[in-house]
């Protein structure tokens, strides 16, 4: 006697339906089982995403999407929609809004917007259409049915120097507040019959940092990018 046996693997089709004014690629096929395929979702010059469907189901407005292993048939949908409105991005210097510029809108689309302030800088205020949203940094639009502007606004962190006076001299200026990046100047003078013994900044002498004119010193911090105590 013998006995045979063949195999075949299982495969899956995936059924493609792309509306009108955009197209997903590739097209229907035949996949097999464990398969991961991808698919682009691309809508023609004018028009954007409004929902992507698998199995029915919504995925939001991708531009892409792939399957997981494959074990069953499945089916991916899309749907477009003309653009009819815009929303201009735009931010201030020491800071940014993206996506910036002009982004296209379809009637009742979503658009989120990220803002950040630079390095010693902060959020000093947002405006959508001209009016304050506070210092957000986020904005989202829902559901757009007209164009719209958003424009963020950045402003320096700012920092006091506390300045303990000494006994028996003064220091010039006193206690201050400065922005970020100030490089603030202090002139440390003695009562007559003192000398300036110590300069500290921060407990950290820095008298050797100093410039010493007849006793009178004078003292410039480097740039500021904190609360300081001299």
Do not use: R
């Not at 089709?13 to 979702?41: H, K, L």
């Amino acid at each position: 006697h013998t006995v045979a046996a063949t195999f075949a693997q299982y495969q899956y089709m995936i059924t493609v339906n792309a509306g009108a004014n955009g197209t997903i690629t590739p097209a229907t096929a035949v996949y097999a089982f464990g398969a991961t395929p991808s698919f682009d979702i691309t809508p023609n010059a004018g028009y954007g995403i409004v929902d992507v469907t698998v199995d029915g189901e919504s995925v939001g407005a991708v531009e892409n999407y792939t399957f997981t292993a494959l074990e069953a048939n499945h089916t991916i949908a899309a749907t477009f929609a003309q653009y009819q409105f815009t929303i201009t991005a735009t931010a201030g210097s020491n800071g940014t809004i993206t996506p910036s510029g002009v982004t296209n809108m379809i009637y009742n689309g979503n658009q989120t917007y990220s803002i950040a302030a630079a390095a010693g800088y902060h959020i000093q205020d947002v405006y959508v259409d001209g009016v304050s949203v506070g210092a957000v940094s986020s904005y989202s639009f829902t559901g757009v049915t007209a164009n719209h502007t958003i424009h963020a606004m950045f402003a320096a962190d700012e920092y006091t120097i506390t300045v303990n006076q000494p006994a028996h001299g003064t220091i010039t200026p006193g206690t201050i507040t400065v922005t970020y990046g100030a490089t603030p100047t202090f002139v440390i003078t003695p009562a007559t019959g003192y000398s300036v013994a110590t300069i500290t900044l921060n407990g950290t002498n820095v008298i050797n940092a100093a410039t010493n004119v007849n006793g009178v010193y004078t003292y410039t911090l480097p740039a500021v990018s904190a609360n300081a105590t001299l």
